[in-house]
């Protein structure tokens, strides 16, 4: 038998929910929550399925923002929790347990369960409902149990007519040691807290709490809340909230819109440990409403959400690119981009002082990054290789670069740029490389940026930088990769070689690439007299592509607690390469 639980609104609103009777149906696989009789939302939660989840998920007028269990990946249930890589105590380190995905009998999947001695506990308080329930995660093949969830859901009522939100509660406890991963192979984890939207919401576009929009700019940043309005009538949106009492606030963020997927990942990453008899709480909003997107009104919604949900931590600032751009007369010369969805940090776009760009931030390479520093291939002590070049391979043996610090200061007119950087694989782990880096930007004259790039890195463990193997001079050390309308270019050295067959693998002082086309515009690399090898070699494609290496030629050991220092310069130029007027630069520099 069907049962109601009931109360009043408090709250006298002109909104559609406005004096509503608020009522928690339990139907036979979960329950569903309505307002005068009206479904707002339904959960299914049954031993007959792999994990719970809530669909429908409607707007205020009745248009369904989810989507459940389609063709292509029929493990999407609407709005859902679940990790995909948990590695448990007992196991090989590379055994991972699947919850995300669903198969029956496999070794390496589980289940989501409700737990058989707990009963859900529903109730109206005041204008809000809950819904509460225990689950267990246990192995398919064997029932192991691998921990105790606590879930809630509260409905909130509107407070204007157009939306209205849902707080999900998660704690969860271990029965053994566990590590809650990345998903294997994606520059960002798609396991957590995610939404799959309605078909019709498809191509839809994203917008988040710093100022981000479309996937390039909310995929895998670190936000407090991120929105999504689909292309077509009806006209409607979800955005998902990331609490301050959460860890690793603000998260990282899976978005697409090829279908529309959203997640709120922990191990957006790497890898979260969590002991046996710890417990996990994560705390998630979603605010589902009607209209086209509007940035100012989720905002205001998430404010509101705090409210409903207190937070002991204090809010961070909303993080803009446009913040820690260098400008010049009102243009953009010089921003870094130490996106955490990328594998390393970068510089983009780096332009003259009249704001001729020359670096590609969307090049068909996409491992090269614009303005970047990077090794290729890292051999530790015991014979392990970390690939921090390419950018596909396992996690395991993949790099990446993660930026824990990046500050902004003025030096008279010159920009500083003081950041920290850890390197170590791209699934998690320990680092093996501790780096502190400075970046100084300023102009010369009206024709010239230079750029200086100073990196002191510490070996954390006995390790070599290894040289490129399948070309005669490597590349790996800084590079920058220039715009199309830069290819085809003219290349020359301090010693006067020109051509690629005249400039590559040859020592020199400083090297530069230029094109003629309009605007003419160039890049000179400037090696410091203080680096080791000095000068080095340089390595030129005709695809717009320059670069110096400390291990052109040969590789370069450090011992663990030896610290690498290198300075470079970067001189952007307006016109052709002129070499009295860079070798001046040069010299002026190097003092």
Same mark, same amino acid.
């Given at each position: 038998?069907?049962?109601?639980?009931?109360?009043?609104?408090?709250?006298?609103?002109?909104?559609?929910?406005?004096?509503?009777?608020?009522?928690? +149906?339990?139907?036979?696989?979960?329950?569903?929550?309505?307002?005068?009789?009206?479904?707002?939302?339904? %959960?299914?939660?049954?031993?007959?399925?792999?994990?719970?989840?809530?669909?429908?998920?409607?707007?205020?007028?009745?248009?369904?923002?989810?989507?459940?269990?389609? !063709?292509?990946? !029929?493990?999407?249930?609407?709005?859902?929790?679940?990790?995909?890589?948990? #590695?448990? +105590?007992?196991?090989?380190?590379?055994?991972?347990? /699947?919850?995300?995905?669903?198969?029956?009998?496999?070794?390496?999947?589980?289940? =989501?369960?409700?737990?058989?001695?707990?009963?859900?506990?529903?109730?109206?308080?005041?204008?809000?409902?809950? =819904?509460?329930?225990?689950? /267990?995660?246990?192995?398919?093949?064997?029932?192991?149990?691998?921990?105790?969830?606590?879930?809630?859901?509260?409905?909130?009522?509107?407070?204007?007519?157009? #939306?209205?939100?849902?707080?999900?509660?998660? +704690?969860?406890?271990?029965?053994?040691?566990?590590?809650?991963? !990345?998903?294997?192979?994606?520059?960002?984890?798609?396991?957590?807290?995610?939404?799959?939207?309605?078909?019709?919401?498809?191509? $839809?576009?994203?917008?988040?709490?710093?100022?981000?929009?479309?996937?390039?700019?909310?995929?895998?940043?670190?936000?407090?809340?991120?929105?999504?309005?689909?292309?077509?009538?009806?006209?409607?949106?979800?955005?998902?909230?990331?609490?301050?009492?959460?860890?690793?606030?603000?998260?990282? *963020? @899976?978005?697409?819109?090829?279908?529309?997927?959203?997640?709120?990942?922990?191990?957006?990453?790497?890898?979260?440990?969590?002991?046996?008899?710890?417990?996990?709480?994560?705390?998630?909003?979603?605010?589902?409403?009607?209209?086209?997107?509007?940035?100012?009104?989720?905002?205001?919604?998430?404010?509101?959400?705090?409210?409903?949900?207190?937070?002991?931590? +204090?809010?961070?600032?909303?993080?803009?690119?446009?913040?820690?751009?260098t400008s010049r007369d009102g243009r953009v010369i010089f921003a870094p981009d130490a996106s955490p969805a990328k594998m390393k940090p970068s510089y983009h776009p780096v332009t003259t002082p009249s704001g001729f760009v020359v670096t590609d931030g969307r090049n068909a390479q996409p491992h090269h990054h614009a303005l970047w520093l990077t090794w290729g291939k890292v051999e530790l002590a015991g014979g392990e290789r970390v690939d921090f070049w390419a950018e596909n391979g396992a996690p395991g043996a993949t790099g990446?670069?993660?930026?824990?610090?990046?500050?902004?200061?003025?030096?008279?007119?010159?920009?500083?740029?003081?950041?920290?950087?850890?390197?170590?694989?791209?699934?998690?782990?320990? !680092?093996?490389?501790?780096?502190?880096?400075?970046?100084?930007?300023?102009?010369?004259?009206?024709?010239?940026?230079?750029?200086?790039?100073?990196?002191?890195?510490?070996?954390?463990?006995?390790?070599?930088?290894?040289?490129?193997?399948?070309?005669?001079?490597?590349?790996?050390?800084?590079?920058?990769?220039?715009?199309?309308?830069?290819?085809?270019?003219?290349?020359?050295?301090?010693? $006067? %070689?020109?051509?690629?067959?005249?400039?590559?693998?040859?020592?020199?002082?400083?090297?530069?690439?230029?094109?003629?086309?309009?605007?003419?515009?160039?890049?000179?690399?400037?090696?410091?007299?203080?680096?080791?090898?000095?000068?080095?070699?340089? @390595?030129?494609?005709?695809?717009?592509?320059?670069?110096?290496?400390?291990?052109?030629?040969?590789?370069?050991?450090?011992?663990?607690?030896?610290?690498? %220092?290198?300075?470079?310069?970067?001189?952007? @130029?307006?016109?052709?390469?002129?070499?009295?007027?860079?070798?001046?630069?040069?010299?002026? *520099?190097?003092?």
């Open positions: 038998m069907t049962r109601l639980i009931a109360g009043m609104m408090a709250l006298g609103l002109s909104a559609s929910l406005a004096h509503a009777e608020l009522t928690v +149906e339990e139907a036979e696989t979960g329950w569903s929550v309505l307002a005068d009789g009206k479904l707002l939302c339904a %959960s299914t939660s049954d031993e007959q399925f792999p994990k719970p989840w809530f669909d429908p998920v409607n707007t205020l007028a009745g248009h369904n923002l989810v989507l459940s269990s389609p !063709p292509d990946h !029929p493990h999407h249930r609407g709005l859902m929790f679940a990790w995909g890589n948990v #590695g448990i +105590e007992g196991e090989a380190d590379d055994y991972h347990l /699947i919850f995300w995905g669903e198969a029956e009998g496999d070794h390496h999947h589980g289940k =989501i369960l409700p737990d058989p001695d707990g009963e859900p506990r529903v109730w109206v308080e005041a204008d809000t409902a809950h =819904i509460e329930a225990d689950y /267990i995660w246990t192995r398919n093949t064997d029932d192991l149990l691998i921990l105790r969830e606590r879930r809630e859901l509260r409905i909130h009522p509107s407070t204007d007519g157009r #939306g209205y939100l849902l707080t999900w509660i998660t +704690e969860q406890t271990p029965e053994m040691n566990i590590r809650i991963g !990345p998903t294997p192979g994606r520059d960002v984890s798609y396991y957590g807290f995610g939404i799959r939207s309605a078909p019709d919401m498809d191509l $839809g576009m994203f917008e988040n709490s710093n100022g981000g929009r479309d996937v390039t700019g909310c995929h895998g940043d670190l936000a407090e809340w991120v929105a999504y309005v689909g292309p077509n009538e009806p006209v409607r949106g979800f955005a998902m909230f990331d609490h301050p009492d959460n860890p690793r606030y603000p998260t990282g *963020w @899976f978005a697409m819109n090829a279908f529309g997927y959203l997640t709120a990942a922990l191990p957006a990453y790497e890898e979260y440990p969590l002991a046996k008899g710890d417990t996990l709480k994560l705390t998630y909003g979603v605010l589902a409403f009607d209209g086209a997107m509007d940035a100012g009104y989720v905002d205001d919604q998430y404010d509101a959400w705090l409210k409903l949900v207190p937070a002991e931590n +204090e809010r961070v600032a909303p993080r803009s690119a446009d913040a820690l751009a990446r670069i993660v930026t824990e610090t990046l500050d902004l200061t003025q030096d008279g007119d010159a920009s500083v740029y003081d950041s920290t950087h850890l390197w170590r694989r791209a699934a998690g782990e320990e !680092p093996f490389i501790r780096e502190e880096r400075n970046v100084r930007v300023e102009t010369v004259g009206d024709r010239a940026t230079l750029i200086t790039i100073a990196t002191d890195q510490t070996a954390l463990e006995d390790l070599t930088l290894l040289k490129e193997g399948n070309e005669a001079v490597s590349y790996f050390g800084l590079d920058i990769q220039m715009p199309p309308d830069m290819h085809n270019g003219l290349m020359l050295n301090s010693n $006067g %070689s020109t051509g690629r067959a005249g400039v590559e693998g040859e020592p020199a002082t400083w090297c530069a690439y230029s094109t003629t086309v309009t605007p003419a515009r160039g890049v000179a690399i400037l090696d410091h007299p203080s680096n080791p090898r000095h000068p080095n070699t340089y @390595f030129t494609l005709p695809t717009g592509f320059l670069g110096t290496s400390l291990v052109a030629l040969e590789d370069y050991s450090l011992e663990a607690g030896e610290t690498l %220092s290198l300075t470079y310069g970067v001189l952007v @130029f307006e016109g052709d390469a002129e070499p009295k007027f860079i070798s001046k630069q040069y010299r002026r *520099w190097a003092r």
